[in-house]
């Protein structure tokens, strides 16, 4: 059955780039840059990354592993404009997905076909249809939400993930752009759970897997009392 499954890299306090860059100049110059950077620092050695990059060597690591089951586990991805914005030119001529991308946008644009398997498709109706469209053609594989942070955060809000895996990488930023934060929309005494179903320690970054529980009501327990809890 097709998984709805988002991975992303984030600093251990919870940040997937650094604070958001809202020039229209150079973006590698920013913040924003330099905190994604960090946080994805793992990949860059990686032999699986290197080689859907077209470069040569690479470590066959453990991070090398999951980045190939993540590649492997994906028949379509869902991604944001941004996203799309920021990897449009270094992807080059054959990127790295091998697949039917759908990117969300209030943009509407031609389709781009890319050499070796990869389009992008530039969907304006949300992404509740983008993840169907997305779903339509993933020939039983999952569905990857890609990034960035805006479009992992809306689909977990919506309750359309399944599985989520962050790569949490031992730095701190202070600031930057949350992947968690009030724009979940959750209500006041309400969560959304998560059941962890994996973890993978390698030196650099600790990748966790978890199942998406969904929405459920926060209580109070009786602390270990066994009397009756008064709110
Ligand atoms: N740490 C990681 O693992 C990781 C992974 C991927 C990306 N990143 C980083 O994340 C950053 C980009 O993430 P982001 O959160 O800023 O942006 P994003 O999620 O990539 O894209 C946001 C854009 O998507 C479109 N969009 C989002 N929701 C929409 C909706 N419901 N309907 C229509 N369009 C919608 C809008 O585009 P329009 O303005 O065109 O309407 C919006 O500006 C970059 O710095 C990138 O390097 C990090």
């Known amino acids: 059955m ?7 890299s984030v600093s ?17 110059a920013s913040g924003e840059a330099a905190g994604f950077f960090r946080v994805t620092r793992w990949v860059i050695d990686a032999q699986a990354w290197r080689e859907r990059q077209g470069y040569e060597g ?17 028949g379509a991805y869902v991604m944001g404009r941004r996203m799309f914005d920021g990897g449009e030119v270094p992807w080059g001529e054959e990127p790295p997905f091998r ?20 389009s992008f498709t530039f969907v304006t109706e949300g992404i509740e249809s983008a993840i169907e469209r997305a779903k339509a053609v993933a020939n039983g594989k999952d569905v990857a939400v890609a990034g960035g942070g805006t479009l992992v955060r809306q689909v ?8 989520l895996e962050l790569h949490i990488v031992p730095a701190v930023l202070g600031d930057g752009m949350r992947l968690l934060h009030p724009a979940l929309g959750l209500a006041e005494k309400e969560a959304i759970e998560l059941r962890p179903t994996r973890v993978v320690h390698a030196p650099d970054v600790t990748h966790v897997r978890y199942s998406v529980e969904g929405r459920a009501p926060l209580v109070l327990d009786d602390r270990g009392s066994g009397q009756p809890v008064e709110a």
Request: proline share 4%; aromatic share 8%; net charge negative.
């Open 2 to 8: 097709t998984k709805v499954t988002a991975q992303m």
């Open 12 to 28: 251990l306090d919870g940040f997937y780039a650094g604070p958001r860059f809202t020039g229209d100049g150079n973006w590698m």
């Open 58 to 74: 690479g470590e066959q690591s453990t991070n090398s592993e999951i980045i190939e089951e993540t590649f492997a586990a994906a």
């Open 99 to 118: 697949a039917p991308v759908f990117v969300v946008t209030h943009r509407p644009r031609e389709v781009l076909e890319r050499k070796g398997g990869t």
């Open 156 to 163: 977990l809000a919506a309750g359309l993930l399944d599985q």
